[in-house]
């Protein structure tokens, strides 16, 4: 093949499986033998770990899974290509269609590159760190309401969910940033989990790639409006195709939506007459280039968009903190040294962020070692070369981020959690660049400073006033979805520190 690129498979196209490499020799026998491994891997919770662990770290994988194939890349250089260096080749996969679902057409979800990059233009300043920075007030306060409801939840019977916990704090916290107002009693933490844990699971089954294609193939033959690639009409047969099989999961969809264009009309009409707060700033926002304003089903799409996915990666996050912690007594030891030195007993700021190095380091160790988001997908629009491998046109590019930040060319002792590598002064350039939580280049997740200073304010403000210690013996395994959170309850019995307590309280500081 010409210009050096050279497209021969490992073991080669005629065998019978359904993984191969580029340039890592592997025989048709290994190669089988690690295809059909995958399967007790996924019923037993650990496939992830599994794909970040396959041969071949800096090679690109061609996987083939009912109705589609992928190019999959674990490799820092092949991830950075895909989306800094040639990004403008790549656009959203249709897999983000069953995410569509749930979200619409919002930032994460929105496949037409000119009106999204025409939304972009318009969200960015709302998530400017002058006004991220006014959020940190309330985030705290939702975070201290969320010690006095464990220990009233631990006085019954000493032992919490942590992450039904760390879900509701989240929703607490986007209520009050997003609406100014209080939405956990219509919108449910249960019923938006449910809900991203039933369109997680067809985002990483691939059960949105057949749809897509009937919904592109039937939009082309009704010349309906719109561009194909971005039509809702995948949204509406997903839809009707979620009503058949998860009646449940829908009317929770359907009740989520409209406490949303209730709030947006409320907004509208001045019923809520607050300018603090998400929603107002949607409303007020207009593209610097054109002028354009939000219609109101753009900003119901952003809104579902930041609810469901800055709900559920926060909380998954935060979850894994407290598990990791609980594990790693040394470094919940030190966290509570650094937020006992720098806070005393004062509310965090966002201006003690960079005196809590610390606090922020067990945030991006987490998100290492558990993403919250474990993977991305992209499309090819044209031609191009992945470590030597010919890219087609319309070609699905899976990036593991798990096996990005488990690429143990890259990180020592990748399975231990150790928050001391992104310490200021040892993390490595190599390493700042392999750790993307929030994606990279222009389709970087908008509201990842937002996202970090929530969970680094939440972790110091518990550590203030508590320490949460695993329930032993219980099964604890990663959800197949999108996020990848805890496959059920886990629980943690709360122990709250000498001074955190109501004097009345303070002679007995464990519950």
Not at 168 to 177: A, G, I, N
Not at 351 to 378: C, F, H
Not at 446 to 457: I, K, R
Request: glycine share 6%; hydrophobic share 40%.
């Amino acid at each position: 093949m010409a210009d050096g690129v050279d497209s021969v498979l490992h073991p080669p196209r005629w065998a019978p499986t359904f993984i191969r490499w580029h340039k890592t020799p592997i025989t048709w026998r290994e190669s089988i033998r690690l295809s059909l491994a995958i399967v007790p891997r996924v019923r037993d919770h650990t496939v992830m770990d599994y794909v970040a662990g396959l041969p071949g770290q800096d090679d690109v994988i061609v996987a083939r899974v009912p109705f589609a194939k992928f190019v999959v890349v674990r490799s820092p250089d092949l991830v950075r290509h895909v989306l800094i260096n040639n990004q403008n080749n790549y656009m959203k996969a249709p897999e983000y269609d069953m995410l569509a679902v749930a979200f619409g057409r919002g930032l994460v979800t929105d496949r037409d590159e000119q009106q999204w990059q025409r939304n972009r233009r318009l969200v960015q300043p709302i998530f400017a760190k002058r006004n991220t920075d006014a959020f940190a007030p309330v985030m705290v306060e939702a975070a201290r309401d969320a010690v006095t409801r464990i220990r009233e939840l631990a006085a019954a019977d000493g032992v919490i969910d942590i992450n039904a916990e760390m879900n509701r704090l989240t929703l607490d916290v986007t209520s009050r940033t997003m609406f100014g107002t209080d939405i956990t009693g219509p919108m449910s933490e249960v019923v938006l989990s449910r809900l991203l844990r039933f369109f997680g699971r067809g985002f990483m089954t691939n059960a949105s790639h057949p749809l897509h294609n009937f919904a592109v193939w039937l939009h082309k033959r009704t010349h309906r409006d719109g561009e194909a690639a971005n039509s809702r009409l995948g949204i509406q047969i997903m839809r009707m195709a979620g009503w058949v099989g998860e009646t449940r999961t829908m009317r929770d969809l359907r009740h989520a939506e409209r406490v949303v264009d209730g709030l947006i009309a409320d907004h509208r009409n001045g019923r809520i007459d607050r300018k603090d707060n998400l929603l107002a700033l949607l409303m007020e926002a207009s593209d610097p280039e054109t002028g354009y304003r939000y219609s109101d089903q753009e900003i119901h799409d952003e809104l579902m968009t930041f609810i469901g996915a800055g709900m559920e990666t926060t909380a998954t996050t935060l979850t894994w903190v407290w598990y990791l912690l609980s594990e790693h007594p040394e470094a919940a030891e030190r966290l509570r040294n650094e937020v006992r030195s720098v806070l005393g007993s004062r509310p965090a700021t966002a201006d003690d962020l960079d005196r809590l190095p610390w606090t922020q380091a067990v945030v991006s160790e987490t998100m290492r070692l558990l993403p919250p988001v474990i993977g991305l997908a992209r499309t090819a629009k044209d031609h191009d070369v992945l470590g030597g491998y010919a890219i087609k046109p319309g070609t699905t590019v899976a990036i593991s981020l798990h096996g990005l930040h488990h690429n143990q060319q890259v990180w020592e002792r990748h399975e231990e959690f150790d928050p001391s590598r992104f310490l200021p002064e040892i993390l490595e350039r190599q390493q700042k660049r392999a750790a993307i939580p929030f994606g990279a280049g222009k389709r970087m997740c908008v509201a990842s400073v937002f996202a970090s200073m929530e969970a680094a304010l939440i972790v110091a403000t518990f550590a203030q006033q508590l320490q949460l210690d695993a329930v032993p013996g219980q099964r604890v395994r990663r959800q197949i979805s999108f996020t990848g959170g805890p496959d059920g309850p886990l629980r943690m019995r709360p122990r709250f520190l000498e001074g955190s307590l109501p004097e009345s309280e303070r002679a007995d500081t464990a519950v």
